[in-house]
């Protein structure tokens, strides 16, 4: 395995559906709904966002937003660099780097980052800027969205 392929320790996944469970819930209460997925799913997909969260904050050393407020949007993690960051987990192997429509009218994030994989293994396989993944308009069956494959990601070993 590479240093871009983790995989979170029983306390940690643990961890990971704590958190996913207090996101699931205060969303709920709060009406913020995905209509991609269905209520039931809703946990599921708040705990694949989870982990690819940990995972990128345990390969670059940096804080998870450990806050419980309602959740629409909006950045993931603030780099020591200014630059802010938005994790895109799958739990499909060949997964794309896939954004929303409605990321468009929002505040965008600097970088948007592939994390792939299953509870409890995880791999970051890249990422791509704002501008890259915002020009890149692709309809996957559901619609228009903004999609890269993983081969037009960039890598972190520059």
């Given at each position: 395995?590479?240093?871009?392929?983790?995989?979170?320790?029983?306390?940690?996944v643990m961890f990971a559906r704590?958190?996913?469970?207090?996101?699931?819930?205060?969303?709920?209460?709060?009406?913020?709904?995905?209509?991609?997925?269905?209520?039931?799913?809703?946990?599921?997909?708040?705990?694949?966002?989870?982990?690819?969260?940990?995972?990128?904050?345990?390969?670059?050393?940096?804080?998870?937003?450990?806050?419980?407020?309602?959740?629409?949007?909006?950045?993931?993690?603030?780099?020591?660099?200014?630059?802010?960051?938005?994790?895109?987990?799958?739990?499909?192997?060949?997964?794309?780097?896939?954004?929303?429509?409605?990321?468009?009218?929002?505040?965008?994030?600097?970088?948007?980052?592939?994390?792939?994989?299953?509870?409890?293994?995880?791999?970051?396989?890249?990422?791509?800027?704002?501008?890259?993944?915002?020009?890149?308009?692709?309809?996957?069956?559901?619609?228009?969205?903004?999609?890269?494959?993983?081969?037009?990601?960039?890598?972190?070993?520059?």
């Amino acid at each position: 395995m590479d240093s871009y392929t983790i995989t979170l320790d029983p306390s940690e996944v643990m961890f990971a559906r704590t958190i996913a469970t207090l996101r699931t819930g205060i969303n709920r209460i709060n009406n913020v709904v995905n209509p991609k997925f269905k209520e039931s799913d809703e946990f599921q997909n708040d705990l694949l966002g989870v982990c690819g969260e940990m995972v990128f904050a345990k390969r670059f050393n940096v804080y998870m937003d450990l806050t419980f407020g309602p959740r629409s949007g909006g950045h993931d993690f603030k780099m020591t660099s200014g630059k802010t960051v938005d994790v895109k987990t799958t739990d499909r192997m060949d997964g794309r780097l896939i954004v929303p429509e409605w990321k468009a009218n929002k505040e965008k994030s600097d970088v948007y980052v592939l994390v792939t994989g299953q509870v409890p293994t995880f791999t970051i396989r890249g990422y791509a800027n704002a501008d890259e993944i915002f020009n890149s308009v692709i309809d996957l069956g559901y619609g228009p969205c903004f999609g890269l494959q993983q081969d037009q990601l960039h890598d972190f070993t520059n």
